[in-house]
C-alpha cells in the first residue's frame, strides 16, 4: 500500500477521532471512541487518484454504517487533508466462496463477481443511479416556486442601527451566494424585526442576478410537514433529492425544529451536502444558535460555521424611516410632529409599526379625513382598547413555549430534562407574578403539580437569576413579551 497515502488516512482518522461529539461524561465518550476503533480498523484505503479516494470495506454494513454516522465528518477530514472536491468510493469486499482463492465484490444487484474491483456504492437515501455520495449527478434543474414575496426586496428594507450590520451581510451574499464566508447566514431576533423580509431579499436579488439559480423559501413548519408527508410515503430519497437541487435555501422560524429529532437528521444531511456543494443556506430565528433548546448539537454547532447576526428592535430614528418609506409609497405624507408621535408610539417592533400605518390610512379613507394629530391619537387609541391584552396562565405558557420552541403537552409533562424543566419553572414564576392565582391553581394548570412544586420553581427562579445571567436574561426577556 501507498504509504503516502496510508499517512493522510491516518491524519483523516485522527482528525474524525478529535472531532467526535463529547459525551457527558468520559465513560461515554470512551465508549464512542471505541466505537470509532472497532469500525474503522476494518476499513482501509485502496487508491488516490485524481481526488478519487477508494475505500475497502468489509461489507455493505459497514459503507452503510459509515455513511449513516460518520459522512459528514469524514468529508471535513478529507476535505482538511487532501483539499476540495473529494470524491468517494468503496469497494465492498465480501467473504469468498468455497474454492475460489480471490475476494469478491458484490455489485448492485448482489451477484458475485469473481475478481476484486471498484464497487460504485451509493450512501443510503439516495436513488439507485447515484454512485457517489458527495455528488448528484445527472439531475437537471427544475422550475419551482421560490415561494418570495416582491415586497420584500433590498429596495424596501429600511437600514438603520439595529439591522445595519445584517443587512450589509445579506447584500454581499446576494451578490455570490455560496461563496462568501456568510455560509450559513443565520439571522435572530425578536418577533417583526425584519428577518423574513431580509432573507427574502436575498432570495429576490440572486433571482434577478442570476435567473438559472433554484432559489426557494419556506417555513420550518412547511419543511416538517413536507418531511413527515415524504416519510408515511416512504419517499426520504425523493425528499432529499429535491433539496439538494436547491442553490439559495431560506427556512424561516428554524427553532421550531425543536424536539423533532427525524426532521433534524435529514435536515442536517441536507445541510452537509448544500454547504459542502457551495449552496447558499439562510436561517432565521427568535433566538440565537446556542439558546435553541432540544437541538442535536451537530446542528447548532453547523449553525455556527457562517455568521450569526442579531437584528433588534428599530430605534426611534429607524422607525420614523420606516414610516415615510411606508406612506411615500401610498403617496401620504406626515407633518413632523405626527411623525414623531407614530414612531414613539410603536416601539417593539417593524410588524406592529406596519399595522398601525396601515390602520392610520384605513382610517382616514374610510372617513375621508385628512390625516392629522387628533386622528393619529384617535386611531391608536382604538386600536390599544382593540388589542388590549389578557394575561392568564394559558397566555404565560403560550408565550414561554414560543419562547423556548416547545410545545404546551412538553412543557406540562413529567420530564426532568433542564430543556423542559427550566422553561416550566419560568411558567409558573411568571403566574405567580403577573395573576392572582394561588399555587395550588398554579400547579392544577401547569399539569397536575403539587403546590410546593410551584413554591420551589417560584423561589428557585428568583433566586438563580440574581446569579445566572443566562436565567437572568430569560426573565427580562419574557417579562417583556408578557406585558407588551
Not at 417555513?219 to 415524504?230: D, T
Not at 386600536?383 to 394559558?394: D, G, L
Request: aromatic letters at 10%; one cysteine or more.
Amino acid at each position: 500500500m501507498d504509504e503516502n497515502l496510508m499517512m493522510i488516512w491516518q491524519r483523516c482518522l485522527q482528525f474524525m477521532r478529535d472531532n467526535l461529539n463529547a459525551a457527558e461524561d468520559n465513560s461515554d465518550l470512551k465508549k464512542l471512541e471505541k466505537s470509532f476503533d472497532l469500525l474503522f480498523d476494518k476499513v482501509q484505503p485502496v487508491s488516490l487518484v485524481d481526488n478519487n479516494l477508494t475505500l475497502m470495506v468489509p461489507s455493505d454494513f459497514y459503507k452503510e454504517y459509515i455513511e449513516d454516522n460518520y459522512l459528514s465528518l469524514l468529508s471535513a477530514a478529507l476535505k482538511k487533508n487532501i483539499g476540495k472536491g473529494v470524491k468517494l468510493w468503496y469497494s465492498v469486499m465480501e467473504n469468498k466462496p468455497a474454492g475460489l482463492e480471490k475476494p469478491v465484490t458484490m455489485n448492485m444487484k448482489g451477484k458475485t463477481v469473481p475478481t476484486p474491483k471498484v464497487q460504485e456504492t451509493m450512501p443510503q437515501g439516495f436513488s439507485s443511479n447515484i454512485v457517489n455520495p458527495f455528488v448528484v449527478p445527472g439531475i437537471k434543474k427544475v422550475n419551482i416556486d421560490s415561494n418570495l414575496k416582491s415586497d420584500f426586496s433590498f429596495e424596501n428594507y429600511v437600514e438603520g442601527e439595529s439591522n445595519k450590520f445584517a443587512a450589509t451581510v445579506a447584500r454581499s451574499i446576494a451578490k455570490r451566494p455560496g461563496a462568501t464566508a456568510f455560509n450559513p447566514l443565520f439571522l435572530y431576533g425578536g418577533y417583526g424585526v425584519g428577518k423574513t423580509h431580509l432573507g427574502q431579499a436575498v432570495g429576490l436579488e440572486v433571482k434577478s442576478q442570476f435567473p438559472d439559480k433554484v432559489v426557494l423559501y419556506l417555513s420550518s413548519e412547511k419543511f416538517i410537514q413536507q418531511f413527515i408527508s415524504a416519510a408515511k410515503a416512504h419517499k426520504q430519497t425523493e425528499f432529499a433529492n429535491f433539496y439538494q437541487m436547491v442553490d439559495v435555501l431560506i427556512i424561516d422560524d428554524i427553532q421550531f425544529l425543536s424536539g423533532k429529532s427525524a426532521t433534524q437528521d435529514s435536515f442536517f444531511h441536507i445541510f452537509d451536502y448544500l454547504h459542502q456543494n457551495g449552496k447558499q443556506i439562510i436561517l432565521t430565528s427568535d433566538k440565537a444558535p446556542a439558546d435553541i433548546m432540544d437541538i442535536q448539537d451537530r446542528i447548532v454547532s453547523r449553525f455556527k460555521w457562517g455568521l450569526s447576526a442579531e437584528i433588534k428592535s428599530p430605534d426611534l430614528h429607524t422607525r420614523k424611516k420606516i414610516i415615510v418609506d411606508k406612506l411615500s409609497r401610498d403617496g401620504i405624507v406626515l407633518t413632523e410632529d405626527m411623525l414623531d408621535f407614530l414612531a414613539a408610539e410603536a416601539k417593539t417592533n417593524v410588524r406592529e409599526l406596519i399595522g398601525v400605518i396601515n390602520s392610520v390610512i384605513a382610517y382616514s379613507t374610510i372617513y375621508k379625513s385628512d390625516l392629522s394629530l387628533e386622528l393619529l391619537k384617535d386611531t391608536i387609541n382604538k386600536i390599544a382598547a382593540n388589542q388590549k391584552k389578557v394575561i392568564n396562565i394559558p397566555f404565560i405558557q403560550e408565550v414561554v413555549c414560543d419562547y423556548f420552541g416547545i410545545k404546551r403537552e412538553q412543557l406540562l409533562s413529567k420530564t426532568r430534562k433542564r430543556e423542559i424543566a427550566l422553561p416550566r419553572q419560568l411558567a409558573m414564576y411568571f403566574a405567580k407574578e403577573f395573576t392572582n392565582a394561588t399555587f395550588t391553581k398554579i400547579g392544577e394548570e401547569m399539569g397536575g403539580k403539587d403546590h410546593s412544586t410551584v413554591m420551589y420553581a417560584c423561589e428557585t427562579i428568583k433566586d438563580v437569576s440574581k446569579i445566572d445571567k443566562e436565567v437572568k436574561k430569560y426573565v427580562k426577556e419574557l417579562t417583556e413579551k408578557i406585558k407588551n
